[in-house]
């Protein structure tokens, strides 16, 4: 049995001390922040839970729900519709559907039906390789422009 320090109680930090206290190891974790998870936390917005980052588990994470029947905590996780905004000057914009795209201000139509085409293809395509070295910023006004 070894004793081993893990820094960070992010994810990963936390799923390496589970493995290493799995497999018998002494485990001694660290971490800065006042709560574990990392860039995976949430934070308390007047009540409401907020993602810090945006992170999410989807219902085809099936290591996810894995690990937590083996933690014993499948019963923990719960599912909250959830919806998209977009803020500017001073506004909540609705998004995540073509009539949000096309009801926001500021944008020309162009730009609007070029950002829906990219759209559509992203969520259809499969294969990403092609994209292995671009920036995300340059193929994103690659495909919409420089709005």
């Known amino acids: 049995m070894a004793r081993i320090l893990i820094i960070g ?3 990963m930090g936390l799923a390496a001390a589970w493995q290493a206290v799995r497999d018998g190891h002494q485990v001694d974790l660290i971490e800065a922040a006042p709560e574990p998870g990392g860039m995976a936390a949430h934070f308390d917005f007047d ?3 907020v993602e810090r980052f945006y992170h999410f588990i989807c219902k085809t994470d ?3 729900f894995d690990l937590l029947r083996e933690l014993g905590m499948e019963d923990r996780l719960r599912w909250e519709p959830t919806t998209m905004g977009f803020y500017t ?3 909540l914009h609705p998004w995540g559907q073509p009539i949000a795209l096309f009801s926001l201000p500021g944008v020309s139509l162009i730009t609007k039906l070029r950002y829906g085409l ?3 293809v992203s969520v259809r395509r499969d294969s990403w390789p092609a994209l292995e070295n671009e920036s995300a910023k340059d193929w994103i006004i690659r495909w919409t ?3």
């Open 9 to 11: 109680a992010g994810v």
């Open 47 to 49: 009540g409401d839970s």
């Open 62 to 64: 099936y290591p996810t």
């Open 89 to 91: 000057d001073g506004k």
């Open 118 to 120: 990219l759209a559509f």
């Open 145 to 147: 422009g420089e709005d």
